[in-house]
């Protein structure tokens, strides 16, 4: 019989000699683990409220779901609003059903409005009005103005909350505002100069306005290269442009041009994690990221495209059952049949990962996509001759058959240019007719393949061989 271990202690501070690794440590969750199980209150109130918001979110992530409602009924109202933007969208909703409609209401009166407006979305529409019944006015038109733009707008990402100055006041002027007034956000970066309009003409970061005399004009040295952002611009876009250009911050304005709102950079690291995330997991044939949802919920979202990859197995299946008779013959060429469709398929993975990033980043265009088809048309040219030596030569000394290695190298030729173009053109076709690239490009690809590869090393032995 084992001796029972002892109850894991909080974490100690670290050392001033030990790196640690960024974000939340194992340490840590252990310490909230034990707490929660034997419901030491006072050590959770300890441990907990102090950790920034974002270890906040991974730590309820960690748990399972009795310890982390346990950890919200304990917070109660303690628990940190800024936490729910930083939650998986699974555990969100449960959280969300803990705090109820009271505390889901409090919590949003206290988030940013692009914060807000995201932990919104997500609700069913009954909750929502249960919600928005709650809210004082200015909350709630925020929110409703924040839903009518299109899903991953700008107009749904941006901040309502940001510091916008007349063309005529002097750096005197708008320091002083800044220190008198009490509706400012809590950070920002940089001033928006506008027009009798409201039309943005310029902006100032605040480190370059704090060091100016005070009788200058903002419009005296404010930069007018001004990168605005239409309310309905798609998000990644958006992330383009903050990308491209180096950008803080960015205006969002109407079709009349007026300023309405603000993209800041912490909100544009989201979007491209979201985005980045997203474009892998289509490739794999997951609709979204499901870590934390339940395994019914799960197996329902893969089930789809399992059935495709089913289907073009299957045709990939009848393309062999042409050439049984040959098989038969030359049981050889069973042993050998994956060895070209598998380096086929690596080979157009690899080009085909690299098509979709570009075309994601914008860095593949129609301008340059000739040069691109050109390169990767090459490569598996090259690649196809160098695997072709290799494994003509290892099937030439496995079976004795000099005929039966120069058609594997025949094949592995031919699929290799295969892959390498259909890496290329498949996602490019794709994007030409409106299809996210990164949802049907590796069934395609793995499909043509297959296909190629075997139709290839089988009809060639049919020819040669027999």
Known sequence: MSEPQPARSAPDAPSSDTEESPGLSMELVFAVQDALAEERV???????????????????????????????????????PEILPNLDVSVREEVIEWLGPTGLARAVTELDSDDAVEVFEDLDEEFQHRILSQLPQAHRMILE???????????????????VIPSAWTVGETIDYMRAAKDLPDDFYDLYIVNPKHHP???????????????????????????????????????????????????????????????????????????????????????????????????????????????????????????????????????????????????????????????????????????????????????????????????????????????????????MVVAGLSGTLIPLGLEKVGVDPAIASSVFLTTVTDVIGFFAFLGLAAAFLL
């Open 201 to 415: 003409i310029g902006f100032l970061p605040l480190s370059r306005v704090m060091r100016t005399k005070r009788h200058v004009r903002l419009t005296e040295f404010m930069e007018t290269d001004l990168k605005t952002i239409p309310l309905t611009m798609d998000q990644e876009d958006v992330a383009y442009l903050f990308r491209q250009y180096g950008l803080v911050s960015a205006p969002v304005v109407d079709d009349a041009g007026r300023l309405l709102g603000v993209i800041t950079v912490d909100d544009v690291v989201h979007i491209i994690d979201e985005e980045a995330g997203d474009d892998i997991m289509k490739m794999g044939g997951v609709s979204e990221p499901d870590l934390y949802s339940a395994v019914l919920d799960t197996t329902k979202a893969r089930f789809t495209w399992l059935v495709v990859n089913l289907l073009t197995a299957i045709l990939a299946s009848l393309v062999i059952s042409l050439f049984d008779a040959t098989i038969e013959q030359i049981v050889a060429l069973a042993v050998l049949m994956p060895i070209v469709a598998s380096m086929g398929g690596n080979a157009g993975t690899q080009t085909l990962t690299v098509a979709v990033r570009s075309l994601a980043m914008k860095d593949l265009t129609e301008a340059n996509a000739t040069r691109f088809i050109g390169k990767e048309l090459l490569i598996g040219t090259i690649n196809g001759v160098l695997f072709a030596v290799l494994a003509g030569g290892v099937t030439w000394l496995w079976f004795e058959s000099l005929s039966l290695g120069i058609v594997i190298a025949a094949a592995m030729v031919i699929n």
């Open 145 to 163: 103005e924040g839903l009518s733009y299109p899903e991953d707008s700008a107009g749904r990402l941006m901040q309502r909350e940001f510091v």
């Open 42 to 80: 006072t050590e959770i109130e300890d441990l907990v409220p102090g950790l920034h918001e974002a270890d906040a979110a991974d730590l309820l992530e960690t748990l399972n779901r009795d310890e982390r409602k346990l950890l919200v009924e304990i917070l109660g109202s303690t628990f940190d």
